[in-house]
């Protein structure tokens, strides 16, 4: 592989030939993270990734695009089969520029937005204050209820009813349970905002049918689509039957802020990619995959229980969960840092109501989509949490690089490709 490079850039080869080798020998436990398939790694670096193509298919500003429009529409068109949407724009970069088209689309800088605290487990676009989103528009937020760490939806439509947003945001990054979208949309409804669903975590468990769809319920859906739906980097933004109903005008206001509105020439080696990869989601393998994925994230957090760990929410309905480590007297960057010496890659998480700053806080984020397409099952998690444990009680390098030799053995059990 990488001939090509190999002979032109020994440099560059040299680093990504470590940096597979990374991958190969860890264990890739950052929920946010996968491994894609080398269908979508093979489209990503082919032709597809040298034409200017502004505007959409069949309306561009440069000549050339047949088969660019062809691969555009086939992406639409499956995106909106999988997710059972009438439009989705496919040419965001990533997550944080869609949510960013969501704006420009719905709202005027200084309208109100309601999102999810970041420190309960919300997304900076979702109207944090150093953000755009803070910065521009007039934010407000809900977090987790203080006894369950859950979503307090009558907080939510306090706050809702306080303040009259105009658009909702219902989306995390580090909650682990199942999100009501129609009790979202009912608050939504009672002060007649938008309902944006930002599933960039989840997407890949709702198309497996392992969360609920926000299809019914939100107007618009956002996700990235490099994460559980396990494909490039981008990110879709889709109108669901009811946002047209709402709005009919909002595919085209999507379509308006995303180009001209806020990108150029879209990225469409990424746009094809991420058609394999919907494709690659529609096989029924996929839906097992996404059940498998939940399955190994409800073991492991059981299995890290019994190993005296304290888990935000006391478990996990979906693909990841976080460690609550004050019982055991280590601050989430310490753990990072260990569990990455014996190869076990986490990040370190605020948990909910975190008495400690964001770069030393309590808790770390572990999530399986990643070990799941490595094919790992039940038996793994018991053993990756005795690992964990065993990292964090020593608290010690040389026993991090113990555990180290234990995780390359079972990755070499488990090849990614
Ligand atoms: N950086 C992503 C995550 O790790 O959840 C969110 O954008």
Known sequence: MHENLKKEDKEVYEILLKEEERKKKTLEMIPSENHTS???LETLSSVFNDK?????????YYGGNEHIDEIEVLCQERAKELFGVPFC??????????????YFAALTPG???LGMHLNAGGHLTHGWKVNFSGKYYNSFFYGVDKETSLINYDEVEEIAKREKPKLIFA??????RIIDFKRFREIADSVGAYLCADISHISGLVVARAHPTPADYAHIVTTTTHKTLRGPRGALIMVTKEGVEKDKELPEKINKAVFPGLQGGPHEHQVAAIAVCLKEAMKPSFKEYGKQVVLNAKTLAKELIKNDFNIVSGG???HLLVLDLRNKEISGKKTQELLEKAGIIVNKNAIPFDPKPPATPSGVRLGTPAITTRKMKEEEMEKIAKLIRKVVD????????????????????????
């Open 316 to 318: 996990t309905d979906n």
């Open 171 to 176: 989306g995390t990054t580090s909650y682990p």
């Open 89 to 102: 724009n496919v040419q965001p970069y990533s997550g944080s520029p869609a949510n960013m088209a969501v």
């Open 111 to 113: 309208d109100k937005v």
């Open 52 to 60: 200017y193509a502004e505007g959409y298919p069949k309306a561009r």
């Open 394 to 417: 020593s608290k010690t390098e040389n026993v991090a690089l113990e555990v180290k030799k234990e995780v390359e053995e079972m990755c070499l059990q488990f090849p990614i490709y």
């Open 38 to 40: 080398l269908a979508v």
